[in-house]
């Protein structure tokens, strides 16, 4: 392939003429060397600038400052984007400075010559498509490329939510089928009073019930862009009418009610609903988190552990020791969660730095905001298809930890008081003994009064009788 020339106004360079992108990607791609990780690693972020530049297009088009021939040739090179094509294209690392000059740069080249061949003409023909004059036209960085990290983390959002579907789905038909299973309940490691194993489960997937809620809301909230606020949210070098029209063509694109934001000038420099957003995956995060440490330990053993549930053995777990199988799966979750977590911390960072008119930082956002998208949604999947829906219950281990516990001494308080209860729990401790037999031998209650107290069934739930004086 040859080459072209191209030019901005700090000079001019040699493109291959193999790639569609122009001189601006190119000085991006010499100055950025951050992640490691390009625009082309998120194709659903593409997708959703291509989604946004396609309903500007329409929007100039129907207010007339755009020429119908050159808008159509954009919209079809946009339609080109969303279906995935020119991926590879996306050169840009997601660590930029220029709150994502770059990247809006590199979609409007990659649009403009695409569109360019489409028209009949050579990459880099700018004189018939300009980058800036038509495929930016009537926007700014500062509005194409926030709104455009809303439109693509709504879009992953509704990935993540059917994530978490799958996971309390597959939560709840286990916390139905260990229904009946008593085990012991633990607070601080210590044996508390029992439980099931069915209300272990429950209660797992009532968190996941409770976050997929909160996303919810939080998706809404990136429902609300800053189009038409071009440069710092007045509106300058753009058609009155067109901010009213381009949230609806965006809806006729991608079927999402989205809106312009109340205050164009508040909302360019605010990106505090992307901090929203990540507060809300943290949680969820710290959720899934606790869920995989909890299964983690009802599963350890085989022997020396609780053994209360086998984890799906997925591979071996030592190079030294034959017949070890470790928790891979609710660890390799453990550590998607913490990435999450830490990069709220990223994000909150990021977002604080705004100043003036403009966060110039925004691309810190992004990145880690994408990240946690996909890991959390990564997460999900896994811990739900090859831990949770293939696990099983060790049903004698469990009952054997409640008929073993000095803890279900709890249940003798509404009779005895906590006293004598204590003084019971004590010996027991001492001695080996267990509760019911010390209780027997003091003579406090009659045997089958004491058997009928310590049936684990009768330890579910709320069974106050009337103090003995005895």
């Known amino acids: 392939m040859g080459t072209r020339k191209e030019h901005d106004f700090i000079g001019e360079l040699e493109i291959s003429d193999d790639v569609y992108y122009g001189v601006q ?55 080109r984007l969303i279906a995935g094509e020119f991926i590879d294209q996306f050169v840009v690392d997601m660590i930029q400075g220029g709150a994502g000059t770059s990247t809006n740069m590199n979609v409007n080249e990659v649009l403009t010559n695409i569109a360019l061949e489409s028209m009949g003409h050579k990459k880099g023909e700018y004189q018939y498509l300009h980058p800036n004059d038509h495929t930016n036209l009537g926007q700014s960085t500062n509005d ?43 607070t601080e490691l210590e044996d508390a009073v029992p439980t099931t194993l069915g209300n272990t489960f429950n209660a797992f997937a009532t968190y996941i019930k409770t976050d997929i809620e909160r996303l919810t809301y939080a998706r809404s909230v990136m429902e609300t862009l800053n189009m038409g606020a071009t440069a710092i949210g007045t509106g300058i070098n753009c058609h009155p009418d067109y901010k009213n029209l381009v949230e609806k063509k965006l809806k006729e694109i991608t079927g999402v009610e989205y809106k312009p934001a109340a205050d164009l000038i508040a909302a360019t420099q605010d990106t505090a609903d992307f901090v929203f957003v990540s507060g809300a995956l943290k949680t969820a995060a710290v959720r899934l988190n606790k869920i995989a440490n909890d299964m983690r330990l009802m599963n350890s053993g085989p022997r020396c552990g609780l053994g209360e549930i086998n984890l799906p053995k997925m591979q071996p777990g030592s190079s030294i020791m034959p017949g070890k199988v470790n928790p891979v799966i609710c660890e390799v979750v453990q550590e998607a969660c913490y990435e999450v977590i ?9 977002s604080e730095r705004g100043e003036f008119e403009l966060n110039a930082v925004e691309p810190g956002i992004a990145y880690a905001l994408f990240n946690s998208l996909v ?49 019971i729990a004590k010996e027991a401790l001492q001695t080996g003994k267990a509760v019911g037999d010390i209780c027997l031998e003091r003579g406090y209650l009659p045997k089958e009064e004491i058997d009928k107290i310590l049936d684990p069934k009768n330890m579910l739930n709320p069974q106050m009788k009337k103090k003995r004086d005895a």
């Open 25 to 79: 990607t190119f000085r991006a791609v010499e100055n950025f060397h951050m992640s490691g990780r390009k625009l082309k690693d998120y194709p659903f972020f593409i997708k959703a600038f291509a989604q946004i530049k396609k309903a500007a297009a329409l929007a100039n088009k129907e207010v007339g400052v755009l020429d119908a021939q050159k808008a159509d040739a954009i919209i079809k090179a946009c339609d």
């Open 144 to 186: 194409t490329y926030p709104s455009s990290i809303k439109v693509a983390t709504h879009a992953k959002l509704g990935d993540l939510l059917k994530a978490m579907e799958e996971l309390k789905n597959e939560l709840e038909i286990k916390a139905k089928d260990f229904k009946d299973m008593i085990k012991m309940g633990r």
């Open 342 to 350: 830490g990069n709220d911390t990223t994000i909150m960072l990021c």
């Open 375 to 423: 890991i959390l949604e990564n997460a999900m999947k896994t811990l739900a298809q090859k831990a949770v829906k293939h696990l099983t219950a060790n049903a004698e281990a469990c009952k054997q930890s409640v008929l073993n516990s000095i803890g279900i001494v709890t249940a003798f308080n509404p009779v005895l008081g906590y006293e004598k209860s204590a003084s």
